[in-house]
C-alpha cells in the first residue's frame, strides 16, 4: 500500500501499469494542445493509431491545384530535360542529372525523380504541407525538417523494406515518411503496400548492423525475406493502398513497406515520397555535410537547400503563391 495525498485527484503516474503508462503519455500531450475539441479528438484518434499500426492517412489534405502544379512542374522537366539537373535514378540510371539521360527510358525503367523538390516550389510546399507538418511535430514534439522526396510517375515495385536501414537521419527513431498520391490510383498499377504493425519487428542485421552501408554483407532480398517471415510469425497481414488523388499515408521508420506488382503496365501511378526528421540531428544536407546549409522554412517545416547545385533551387516557381 503506498500513502495517499489529500489533493490526489489522479492516478499516480510514477505507478501506472505500463501500458497504460503509454497511453497517459498520448492524452497528456493530446489535452495540452491549445486545439479545439474536434481537432483534439483526430489528433488522438491519429497518434494511438501510429503507436499501434505504424501509419496514419490524411485523407484529401493535399489541394489538387498544389499537385496540378508539381505534375506541370514534372511535365516541364521532362519536356525540357537537357535544361534541368535534376536527378533520377532508375534501373537504367542511377543518381544522373536528366539532362544526360535519353527520354525512351523514362518509363518502364522504375524511374523515380531523386529530391525534385529543389527545382519545385510545389513538391515543397507538398513536402511541407501544413497538415503533414502538424502531425510529424506532434510526433517528434519537435520541429521538423525534410530530408529526401522521391517522385514516381509508375509503380516501384520495390521489395518489403524499412526506410531506416537506407535514410540516415542522424537518429533512426527520428525518421518518418509521407507518401502523396499525386492522381487516383488503381489496384493494377503497383499501389503501395504496407504492413500494419510491422514497426516493432525484430530488426535485420546486414551484417554490420542496422544500417546498408558499406561493408553490409546481406542483400535487399534477404532483407525482404526477414521482414516476410516475422511478418507471418507475428501474424500481421499486408495492405495496398489505393488512395484518391491528394490523400497521404505517413508512415514511421520501421513499417515494412514497398511497392505491389505492376498488374497493367499501361497505367501511371503518379506519388511524391518525402521523408522527415528533427533538425538536431539532421543537421546538414545529407549530399554535402562538411556545409552548413541554407534553411528554408514552410509552414514552420525546414528544408535545406541543395548545396551542391544552388542554381537548380527553386526553378520551378508554378506554386510559390499558392
Ligand atoms: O511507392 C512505392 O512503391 C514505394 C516507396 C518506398 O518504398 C519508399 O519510398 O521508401
Redesign the pocket.
Given at each position: 500500500m503506498f500513502a495517499r495525498g489529500p489533493q490526489q485527484l489522479d492516478f499516480r503516474r510514477k505507478r501506472l501499469p505500463w501500458v497504460d503508462e503509454l497511453r497517459y503519455a498520448i492524452e497528456d500531450h493530446v489535452r495540452a494542445q491549445p486545439i479545439d475539441v474536434a481537432e483534439r479528438a483526430r489528433l488522438r484518434q491519429r497518434l494511438f493509431q501510429w503507436m499501434g499500426l505504424g501509419y496514419v492517412v490524411l485523407e484529401r489534405a493535399i489541394e489538387p491545384a498544389l499537385i496540378d502544379a508539381l505534375l506541370a512542374d514534372i511535365d516541364e522537366v521532362m519536356a525540357n530535360h537537357r535544361d534541368h539537373s535534376s536527378l533520377i535514378l532508375s534501373d537504367k540510371y542511377d543518381h544522373v542529372p536528366i539532362r544526360t539521360a535519353d527520354p525512351q527510358f523514362f518509363f518502364g525503367q522504375r524511374m523515380r525523380f531523386v529530391d525534385l523538390h529543389h527545382a519545385s516550389v510545389a513538391a515543397k510546399r507538398i513536402s511541407l504541407h501544413a497538415q503533414i507538418v502538424d502531425f510529424v511535430r506532434h510526433l517528434f514534439a519537435n520541429d521538423v525538417v525534410m530530408m529526401q522526396s522521391?517522385t514516381?510517375l509508375e509503380?516501384?515495385q520495390?521489395l518489403l523494406?524499412q526506410?531506416h536501414a537506407y535514410v540516415f537521419s542522424g537518429n533512426p527513431a527520428h525518421l518518418c515518411?509521407s507518401?502523396v498520391a499525386l492522381e487516383d490510383i488503381d489496384p493494377r498499377a503497383?499501389p503501395?503496400t504496407y504492413v500494419p504493425g510491422s514497426h516493432a519487428l525484430p530488426m535485420f542485421d546486414w551484417g554490420n548492423g542496422i544500417f546498408r552501408q558499406s561493408g553490409s554483407t546481406a542483400t535487399e532480398q534477404q532483407f525482404a525475406e526477414h521482414i516476410d517471415r516475422h511478418c507471418r510469425e507475428a501474424g500481421l497481414e499486408r495492405l495496398t493502398f489505393c488512395p484518391k488523388k491528394g490523400d497521404v499515408f505517413l508512415w514511421h521508420a520501421a513499417l515494412a513497406?514497398?511497392?505491389s506488382p505492376v498488374l497493367d503496365r499501361s497505367l501511371t501511378r503518379k506519388?511524391y515520397?518525402t521523408h522527415y526528421s528533427v533538425p538536431q540531428t539532421y543537421t546538414r544536407h545529407y549530399r554535402d555535410k562538411t556545409r552548413k546549409p541554407v534553411v528554408e522554412r514552410i509552414n514552420g517545416g525546414l528544408v535545406y537547400h541543395d548545396p551542391t547545385d544552388p542554381k537548380n533551387e527553386n526553378r520551378l516557381r508554378r506554386a510559390e503563391n499558392g
Open positions: 522521391l514516381f509503380g516501384s520495390q523494406h526506410d515518411a507518401w503497383g503501395l513497406h514497398g511497392g506519388s515520397v
